[in-house]
């Protein structure tokens, strides 16, 4: 791929991670919808750690985006491909991001009551995965 084609494909990923991150700080500090401040912390760190990893190889296979990585694992979903391609590329900040998947899956689907401390938690691992990919 192009190194300028990446830079831009690269600050766009970022760039909407930003956004997502300043939404769910937004919320954490208007001390509402904390269901809501772990769900845009788990998709800003989707763009964070894609953004840090892709493009790569998995099995001699050139990886541009998540539908690659799903191929190349022989996987059928793109968030337990995403998850792997992390506890692979980022073994630091896996636990953290796993958290923030299953959490906001949680939020999402059973229920949307999520205490302060709990959307601290994902302010705090999002910081995390934050400084991961981008030191």
Known sequence: ??????????????SH????????????NGKIYYDW??????Y????FVEDKILPCKIISIECKNITDVKSAYKMNGRHSSRE?????HLPKIAAQYKWLDDTSRYSRY?????T???????K???AEIYAECYK
């Open 1 to 14: 791929m192009d190194l300028v084609i990446k830079k831009i494909i690269v600050s766009k990923k970022k």
């Open 116 to 122: 302060s401390a709990q959307a601290n938690k994902a």
């Open 17 to 28: 991670g930003q956004r997502n991150q300043k939404l769910s700080e937004d919320l954490l």
């Open 37 to 42: 401040v772990i769900t845009t912390a788990f």
């Open 44 to 47: 800003s760190a989707i763009h």
């Open 84 to 88: 792997r391609l992390v506890f692979s």
């Open 110 to 114: 059973i229920t949307y009551k999520v």
């Open 124 to 126: 705090q691992y999002l």
